[in-house]
């Protein structure tokens, strides 16, 4: 009876991580279809192309030594394609805890679940560095971004690792539950370094630094994106409980979904409200960006807070991100989907706010965490980034960026029966 116990908890922990992953893998639709509808129609294809071959760059490299480099392990995931039910039961049935203890599942399983989220930080920089950049200067920085610089302070935060062998940010009382930092603020420092290579797209800021502004050709897609990542987001949260099969397992899973959602709705509200006081308009960007900015505030720790209080991060992460695209815009840095701000600043946000709730861990040990992941992805990004300028460029030339991105790196339009002729 215990053995059909354990196989039924094995079974059901490892389904949950699968649908987490599927969800978190829809995400990848989620930010094409918003970076889809927040660039010109003239650029649309080509970031389409860029957010397809991400991913599968991603799902390769990190297969072929990202995961190795992050957990440990052969290279190529040898090794996790078959399990040893015998000894797989001596293992639940020695641990504490028992049924109740800890999680255990298949290793295929939580590699999938983790690769999703490498294409998910790589996704942040497709959007910020959108509608100049080459297509293959771009896919390059990808191979490198998910084979190493992501796993590496993947290693030093969930791999458990040491810090260049110095420090365990574990010890100084560092937790990212589910990525605000490890995840999302590692790719918008990524992209970060990217744009200040890049510069600004031309026309974006005036003589005297007016900013002008760029409307995004296709706002239901954008809108359709954004709702599309806010469902992924319950596997990106949910699935980093990484076990179901107990009563305090799916009430903490059930608590991370209505947390998640809360933050996200009131990330939604702060940013909508702060608009109408700073525009006196409802603006559509800023709303949308805001619920992502509650997501991505809560997902540090979502399962600590009580409804009202991811509610209230939610919603500072909705005000913030408004100020930090103004912010931004201002320093000439171009982040056409404002995304920089969104999983940058507001994932910094997302990180502090965890001490508030979480007595397991520190403002100290948060900050130490976000300056490492911060600092090596900044710097390894900002020097790859300048390698590939000196080899190949970044840059297409202007007639290109004029005519758009989509002719010179594609050979196709999105919409080629509204092209002038």
């Given at each position: 009876?215990?053995?059909?116990?354990?196989h039924?908890?094995?079974a059901?922990?490892?389904?949950?991580?699968?649908?987490?992953?599927?969800?978190?893998?829809?995400?990848?639709?989620?930010?094409?279809?918003l970076?889809?509808?927040?660039?010109?129609?003239k650029?649309t294809?080509?970031?389409?192309?860029?957010?397809?071959?991400?991913?599968?760059?991603?799902?390769i490299?990190?297969?072929?030594?990202?995961?190795?480099?992050?957990y440990?392990g052969?290279?190529?995931?040898?090794?996790?394609?078959?399990?040893?039910?015998?000894?797989t039961?001596?293992?639940?049935?020695?641990?504490?805890?028992?049924?109740?203890?800890?999680?255990?599942?298949?290793?295929?399983?939580?590699?999938?679940?983790?690769?999703?989220?490498?294409?998910t930080?790589?996704?942040?920089?497709?959007?910020?560095?959108?509608?100049?950049?080459?297509?293959?200067?771009?896919?390059?920085?990808?191979?490198?971004?998910?084979?190493?610089?992501?796993?590496?302070?993947?290693?030093?935060?969930?791999g458990?690792?040491?810090?260049?062998?110095?420090?365990?940010?574990g010890?100084?009382?560092f937790?990212?539950?589910?990525?605000?930092?490890?995840?999302?603020?590692?790719?918008?420092?990524?992209?970060?370094?990217?744009?200040?290579?890049?510069?600004?797209?031309?026309?974006?800021?005036?003589?005297?630094?007016?900013?002008?502004?760029?409307?995004?050709?296709?706002l239901?897609l954008?809108?359709?994106?954004?709702?599309?990542?806010w469902?992924?987001w319950f596997?990106?949260?949910?699935?980093?409980?990484?076990?179901?099969?107990?009563i305090?397992s799916?009430?903490?899973?059930?608590m991370?979904?209505?947390?998640?959602?809360?933050?996200?709705?009131?990330?939604?509200?702060?940013?909508?409200?702060?608009?109408?006081?700073?525009?006196?308009?409802?603006?559509l960007?800023?709303?949308?960006?805001?619920a992502?900015?509650?997501?991505?505030?809560?997902?540090?720790?979502?399962d600590?807070?009580?409804?009202?209080?991811?509610?209230?991060?939610?919603?500072?992460?909705?005000?913030?991100?408004?100020?930090?695209?103004?912010?931004?815009?201002?320093?000439?840095?171009?982040?056409?989907?404002?995304?920089?701000?969104?999983?940058?600043?507001?994932?910094?946000?997302?990180l502090?706010?965890?001490?508030?709730?979480?007595?397991?861990t520190?403002?100290?040990?948060?900050?130490?965490?976000?300056?490492?992941?911060?600092?090596?992805?900044?710097?390894?990004?900002?020097?790859?980034?300048?390698?590939?300028?000196a080899?190949?460029?970044?840059?297409?030339?202007?007639?290109?960026?004029?005519?758009?991105?989509?002719?010179?790196?594609?050979?196709?339009?999105?919409?080629?029966?509204?092209?002038?002729?």
């Amino acid at each position: 009876m215990q053995d059909q116990i354990f196989h039924l908890q094995y079974a059901m922990d490892t389904f949950y991580f699968l649908v987490c992953g599927a969800l978190v893998m829809w995400m990848a639709a989620g930010f094409a279809m918003l970076e889809a509808g927040l660039v010109r129609a003239k650029n649309t294809t080509e970031i389409l192309t860029k957010n397809v071959a991400l991913f599968a760059i991603s799902c390769i490299m990190y297969l072929v030594c990202g995961y190795s480099i992050m957990y440990g392990g052969e290279w190529f995931l040898t090794g996790i394609q078959d399990v040893d039910v015998a000894s797989t039961l001596t293992d639940f049935s020695g641990r504490d805890g028992g049924f109740e203890g800890g999680s255990i599942y298949s290793g295929a399983s939580d590699f999938f679940f983790q690769v999703v989220f490498v294409a998910t930080a790589m996704s942040i920089v497709s959007g910020a560095v959108a509608e100049r950049m080459k297509l293959w200067s771009f896919l390059i920085f990808a191979v490198v971004m998910t084979a190493f610089i992501y796993p590496m302070e993947g290693n030093w935060t969930w791999g458990g690792g040491s810090v260049f062998g110095m420090f365990s940010l574990g010890d100084l009382g560092f937790t990212d539950f589910a990525g605000s930092g490890i995840v999302h603020m590692a790719g918008a420092s990524a992209a970060l370094a990217g744009v200040l290579v890049l510069g600004a797209r031309k026309g974006k800021y005036g003589p005297n630094g007016e900013v002008r502004a760029i409307p995004g050709a296709n706002l239901p897609l954008a809108t359709l994106g954004t709702f599309i990542l806010w469902m992924g987001w319950f596997g990106f949260n949910g699935g980093s409980v990484l076990k179901l099969g107990d009563i305090a397992s799916a009430n903490s899973v059930a608590m991370v979904f209505l947390n998640t959602n809360a933050a996200a709705a009131g990330g939604a509200i702060g940013a909508l409200i702060l608009a109408r006081i700073l525009f006196g308009k409802a603006d559509l960007t800023m709303l949308l960006n805001g619920a992502l900015a509650g997501l991505v505030a809560i997902t540090a720790g979502p399962d600590t807070p009580s409804a009202l209080g991811a509610t209230l991060i939610g919603l500072v992460g909705g005000l913030i991100v408004v100020v930090s695209i103004l912010t931004l815009d201002k320093l000439k840095i171009d982040d056409p989907v404002g995304a920089i701000s969104v999983h940058g600043v507001v994932g910094l946000w997302g990180l502090l706010a965890v001490p508030l709730t979480n007595d397991g861990t520190t403002f100290g040990g948060q900050i130490a965490g976000a300056l490492t992941i911060f600092v090596w992805v900044f710097v390894t990004s900002l020097v790859v980034w300048l390698i590939i300028k000196a080899i190949m460029g970044v840059r297409v030339s202007e007639e290109e960026e004029y005519e758009g991105v989509d002719l010179s790196e594609c050979g196709m339009e999105a919409y080629p029966e509204f092209s002038k002729k």
